[in-house]
């Protein structure tokens, strides 16, 4: 039976504060802050652990080789000698954003029966458009199976950032599904990261059939206001739609299609006039995970939706009524929020019979307590952004990620 495995990317070693994507504003106010890679990890783990809890298969994803000196020696430099802002952007640990990975699409809804799964390739942003090679190999590793196709990124100039702009609502996760596909437009405040065009490409690639699938315009008020992914102002799960009223350009034109295609759709919208679209962005109360545990659905928000009044009085005036979602739990992620990813932004979400996917990349509370125990001893505690060009710091970051994989038996992961 498939059923949904959130993949969480593990938080590197090098994760830092250096305020490289403009329109994430928690990312650009934290530019310069000193960060804790063993605490955020620590925090990630901590959250897979509660998902495991819940009864919710759960897998990994690594954290890409950093400093990436392939990509520096592209750019015809090395880490000692590359200017500043390159040298900050081939280190980012931003490939923990695993919702950032790869567009992925379940068997139930392609037309030749295969889970498809596309590298996104971040074009948007300096930093992150060298993870798509990395994630590849990590995707053709875990997803070896002929039940899966593992396609390479869409070529630029389209911009895709994956599963951040990505929804699927079905009957139940291994039902066929609406799949929908949410782009921007540029000409904004901040860069509309997902172009249509991309999303076309991906839909094709995934052999959808285009009677289900729906191509949606992101709001501009959003993107400016701080949605640089869609995934900031909505979420999905199974029939449930929960979205800010502000998150789509033609709301009603996208909801009436999607009563069409799935006339058991359960939308929960947030009026504006409860929480603001800025509330919704601090706080990210919808790049929760929206998960079906044990039949119930369960929204798991970070600990900033808990400490905004209006978004924690808007949750618990919906538990108190008859609405879809019946349970809340609150995470820990904040080393991750400080840089804008919440928990939705750092889990892929892939419907499978895990008995096809390569073990290594599942885990268990065993496994965890491995990952655990090498995060303890060898990621570094702090960052300051004056150590960023710290030749002993790098090293280690580098021995840290070596350890890892050699824990988990993935050393065959090279790095060319
Ligand atoms: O792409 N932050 C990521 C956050 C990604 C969140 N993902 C989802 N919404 N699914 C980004 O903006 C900040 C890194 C820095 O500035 O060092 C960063 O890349």
Request: charged letters at 20%; one cysteine or more.
């Amino acid at each position: 039976m498939p059923v949904e495995i959130n993949f969480d990317g593990i938080v590197g070693p090098s994760h830092n504060y250096a305020g490289l994507s403009p329109g994430n504003l928690a990312a650009t106010r934290n530019a310069g802050a000193v960060s804790h890679p063993r605490a955020a990890a620590l925090q990630g783990i901590a959250k897979m652990r509660a998902n495991l809890a819940l009864g919710l298969p759960q897998g990994i994803l690594l954290p890409h080789p950093r400093p990436d000196h392939l990509w520096l020696s592209a750019l015809a430099t090395d880490y000692d000698r590359a200017p500043e802002h390159l040298r900050a952007q081939s280190l980012s640990a931003s490939a923990m954003w695993a919702a950032n990975a790869a567009t992925v699409s379940p068997a139930a809804d392609t037309t030749d029966g295969v889970c498809h799964l596309t590298v996104a390739n971040l074009l948007t942003m300096p930093h992150r458009s060298h993870e798509a090679r990395h994630t590849l190999r990590q995707l053709i590793l875990a997803f070896a199976d002929p039940s899966f196709l593992v396609h390479g990124p869409v070529p630029a100039p389209f911009g895709d950032e994956g599963a951040a702009n990505h929804m699927r609502l079905c009957a139940e996760h291994g039902a066929p599904g609406v799949e929908v596909f949410v782009y921007g437009v540029p000409g904004g405040a901040f860069p509309a990261r997902q172009h249509r065009e991309a999303s076309e490409a991906i839909a094709r690639a995934h052999r959808l059939d285009p009677a289900g699938t729906l191509f949606v315009q992101q709001s501009r008020a959003a993107i400016d206001a701080g949605a640089f992914h869609n995934d900031v102002v909505a979420v999905a799960n199974e029939r449930v739609l929960f979205a800010h009223e502000q998150a789509f350009e033609d709301r009603d034109g996208f909801y009436a299609d999607l009563r069409r295609l799935l006339p058991e759709v359960e939308i929960v919208e947030v009026p504006a006039d409860r929480v603001g679209l800025a509330d919704a962005i601090a706080s990210y109360l919808f790049n929760a995970q929206l998960v079906t545990a044990s039949g119930v659905q369960t929204l798991i928000v970070p600990g900033e939706a808990r400490d905004n009044p209006r978004v924690w009085a808007w949750l618990q005036e919906h538990l108190a009524g008859n609405g879809p979602i019946r349970r809340v739990e609150v995470v820990d992620v904040r080393e991750s929020m400080a840089n804008g990813g919440g928990p939705a932004c750092l889990r892929l979400r892939v419907v499978a019979d895990p008995a096809m996917v390569d073990p290594r990349f599942l885990v268990d509370d065993a496994r965890l307590d491995t990952i655990a125990a090498v995060v303890r001893e060898h990621w570094p505690e702090a960052i300051a952004a004056a150590e960023i060009g710290d030749r002993a710091l790098i090293g280690r970051i580098e021995r840290a990620r070596q350890a890892l994989l050699e824990a988990l038996d993935l050393v065959g992961l090279i790095d060319t």
